[in-house]
Each structure stands twice: as structure tokens, then as C-alpha cells.
């Protein structure tokens, strides 16, 4: 028997006895230990508040990747192109069979395993035949494309990717999707055993910068760190982008959560320029109120390059939100589509979409569900440079000035008469003081 704290007696029997021990040595039981394979795991499903954004940017449309799209239907037709890719592939090292892939794939296979969020449902012969068709097809892929041999070839003459822009084109976009990745260290490993004691163009890293050129949202400048450093192909683009020093503020002030978008940046007094730089990250703010932006190509695959690479990180909390923040800056930056005019004009964007109402609309949706912490993003200084910039006295008269009689030229003209009958008057008084105090001589 036990007494509650209303008087009331409550009969406890052997069972709920029971349940009552089992509850509180799992409550006792509970604490921040990580389970093992959470400290592995690099490759995760897309959150759902994510992909409700616009979920056919997270979809692989023509190729799969690892265990998590491969029963997309889109997807199926793609896996008997595989099988050829394989056979290219091992007539680069003869002295490397079929046994020797499938050997290092299974010698991986647990650590692999450790890399997916889920348990992948999959018996070793399908799991490790998975591995060997997606790491296979991927080098290959890189080494033609790379050293150009699908021009000289009879047989990749007739690739259906390669002499077929439109798909090559998607399987850019699919490889870099974070639900569609397998672990980096496969494909080095597979990549190692094909070039094994033979010339090759490049390193991996080499090679992997020169076959996303034709996507990434910026030129390439400098190299990005060894191969070892990456969980996946993915992650080597983010790092890709990444390559520059960022200056966060260390102030205690309270960080701004936007800025006023061009248009009226531009009203109060910001000039907008290009700016050289190794990454399209590197946006600048300086004292007499230019803003320097680097060139931002935009393709029609940049909405599902930049969803993918937030995904990452927020997914990913160690690789910070360099991205996300970047993108929040340009949804403040761009309402409409003037936003986009005043910015391709400076050199500051290139619009390889329909239009410039299609660009705005672009930036307007990437955000949502997005969450940064505006006081120690790496352009905290920056919104808050903007912020006091807009808030001096000077910048604000300016500012209404442009909007209420620069707006238009009907507001411009009026302004203009009033200026004038202004001027006449003051003109006219002054003749009225000086002949009074000077008058005319008489005869």
C-alpha cells in the first residue's frame, strides 16, 4: 500500500511493482553517452522540415549512389550501365581482377556500414555488390571525363551519358546529394587499386576539382586539403568552397538577423562591386559603404546544389554554417527581381536562369526551416557594419530622399517645380531688399 499526497491510498501489486523498477532504471539509465555508430555516421536522410521545401531537389533523377535511393524507380534503369563501367575500369590495372575490388570493398564493409544514419537491410553479397557497382561507376566516370578517352574510343562513343549532355548534366547534380553518397574513402580506394602503378592525369583531389568545375557556383583557385580529410564527395565540394579565412566579429552587440535588400541598400548610399576572390563566400563590407561581392553563377541545378550543401551542414553541426549563412544574406539581399538586375549589372551575379523575378524567387525559398546563430556566423561584422551603416542620420535622409522623389519621374518633376518656385522667390526678395536698400537715382 502507498499513500499519495492527497490521502488517497493506492494498491501497488507485484506488477506494477515490476513495471515501476523497470521505468526507473531506464530513466536512471539515460544520459549523453553516443552510441558507436554515431560517431561514424557522415551520410543521413535530409530532415524532414528540410526536404518539405522542395523536395525533388533532395531526389537523385537519373543515378543512385549508396543504399538510400537505389529503389527509386528513376534510378533503375542506370544500374546495367554500372555493370559496364566495371569491366572499363579493370582494363586500367591488369594486374588487378574482379576479386581484388570485391576483396576491398569487403574488407570495408563494417566501417561502411558506419557511415549511414540507418541500418541498411541488405545481406553482405548485395551490400558489398552495391559498394563495387557505385564506387566503380564513379571512378571510371571521373578517369574518362578527366583524360578526355570518350573522344577517341568507338565503344564511349556510344555511352548513352557521355554523348548525352542532358544526362551527364543530372549526374553532377546527383552526386552531390547528401541522401545520394557513398563514403570518400571507397572511391580513393577503389581509385588507388585502378591507377595503381599507372600515369594518371591528376590526383583525386585533382581530378574531383576538375570534373565539378562545370557546377560549382565559382571559379576554382586554390587546391583543397588531402583526400583522407573528406566523408564524402559532397563534403569535398563544401570543403571546395570553403578555402578562404573568414573574420568573425567579437563583439558583444547584439547581431541583426537581415539587411535591406539592394534596392534599398542602394538608396542609401551602398555601391555595390565584384570582388575577386577564392570563394563566393568572401563578401566584404567597408567603411565607405561599397559592399563587395564575388560573382555567383546561377544555374539551373544551383537550387539543389545549395539545399543539398545546407542540408549538410545542418545536419553536420562541425561543419559549420558558412553556406547557410551566405544564403540568408542573399534572401535579405534579394526581394524582387530589380534586386537581381542591380546585382548582375555590378558583376556581382550571373543569371543563367529564365529570369530575374525566377532568381529572386530562388533565394526567397532556399531558407526555409534553416537555422544559424546570427552572433557567431562568419558575417556577423558584416550585418552589423550594414546595420550601422543604414542607421547614421546622413544615410537615412538619403535614403528617403531616393524613395519618395527619385522614385519616379513624376515625383522627380515635382520636386523639381518646387525647387524652382523656391529659387525664384528667394531671387526675387533679394531684388526687393536691394532696391530698397539701394534705390534707384532720380534725375
Known amino acids: 500500500m502507498a499513500s499519495a499526497g492527497s490521502g488517497v491510498v493506492i494498491a501497488i501489486d507485484l506488477l506494477d511493482q515490476q513495471w515501476l523498477s523497470s521505468l526507473t532504471e531506464r530513466v536512471a539509465g539515460t544520459g549523453l553517452r553516443i552510441h558507436p555508430r554515431e560517431e561514424t555516421r ?28 537505389r529503389d527509386n524507380s528513376a534510378v533503375k534503369p542506370m544500374e546495367e550501365l554500372k555493370l559496364r563501367y566495371v569491366r572499363r575500369l579493370l582494363r586500367r590495372n591488369p594486374n588487378a581482377v574482379l576479386e581484388d575490388y570485391v576483396n576491398l570493398i569487403r574488407g570495408l564493409e563494417v566501417r561502411l556500414r ?20 557505385d564506387g566503380c561507376f564513379f571512378v571510371e566516370l571521373l578517369l574518362m571525363i578527366s583524360s578526355h578517352e570518350y573522344e577517341q574510343e568507338e565503344e564511349e562513343k556510344k555511352d548513352p551519358v ?10 553532377y547534380s546527383d552526386m552531390l546529394m547528401l541522401e545520394n553518397q557513398i563514403p570518400f574513402f571507397i572511391i580513393d580506394g577503389v581509385f588507388k587499386l585502378a591507377t595503381f602503378r ?22 576554382r583557385t586554390s587546391s583543397p586539403p588531402p583526400a583522407d580529410t573528406f566523408y564524402h564527395v559532397l563534403h569535398f565540394v563544401h570543403c571546395r568552397i570553403l578555402l578562404f579565412k573568414s573574420n568573425r566579429t567579437s563583439e ?18 551602398v555601391k555595390f562591386r565584384e570582388k575577386t576572390a577564392e570563394s563566393f563566400l568572401e563578401v566584404a563590407f567597408h567603411d565607405d559603404g561599397t559592399m563587395e561581392i564575388p560573382k555567383l553563377l546561377l544555374y539551373d541545378r544551383t537550387n539543389s546544389l545549395f539545399r543539398n550543401l ?28 530589380e534586386d537581381v538586375a542591380l546585382l548582375h549589372r555590378r558583376g556581382c551575379l550571373m543569371n543563367g536562369l529564365g529570369n530575374d523575378e525566377e532568381a529572386a524567387r530562388l533565394f526567397n525559398r532556399l531558407c526555409k526551416g534553416v537555422v544559424i546563430d546570427y552572433d557567431s556566423c562568419y558575417l556577423a561584422s558584416l550585418f552589423k557594419d550594414v546595420k550601422k551603416h543604414c542607421d547614421s542620420r546622413w544615410y537615412k535622409y538619403r535614403a528617403t530622399l531616393m524613395r519618395d522623389y527619385f522614385s519616379n519621374p ?25 532696391a530698397y536698400f539701394n534705390p534707384p537715382l532720380t534725375s
Request: glycine share 4%.
Open 162 to 171: 557521355l554523348t548525352t549532355p542532358w544526362a551527364l548534366n543530372l549526374i
Open 310 to 337: 545546407i542540408a549538410f551542414e545542418q545536419c553536420f553541426p562541425e561543419a559549420g554554417t558558412h553556406i547557410a549563412t551566405y544564403a540568408v544574406f542573399m534572401d535579405c539581399l534579394i526581394d524582387s527581381g
Open 114 to 133: 558506419a557511415c549511414y544514419s540507418e541500418d541498411i537491410a541488405m545481406d553482405s553479397h548485395k551490400f558489398v555488390e552495391m559498394m563495387l557497382l
Open 198 to 219: 599507372r600515369s594518371c592525369p591528376g590526383s583525386l583531389t585533382d581530378l574531383l576539382l576538375q570534373f565539378f568545375d562545370v557546377i560549382l557556383p565559382c571559379e
Open 252 to 269: 558583444n552587440h547584439r547581431t541583426p538577423e537581415s539587411v535591406p535588400c539592394a534596392t534599398m541598400l542602394k538608396e542609401a548610399g
Open 410 to 434: 513624376w515625383a522627380f518633376l515635382s520636386l523639381l517645380g518646387v525647387l524652382i518656385v523656391i529659387h525664384l522667390t528667394v531671387v526675387q526678395a533679394l531684388f526687393a531688399i536691394l
Open 42 to 69: 557522415t551520410i543521413c536522410r535530409v530532415p524532414r522540415h528540410l526536404r518539405e521545401g522542395d523536395p525533388v531537389a533532395y531526389e537523385p533523377r537519373i543515378i543512385s549512389f549508396g543504399p538510400f535511393c
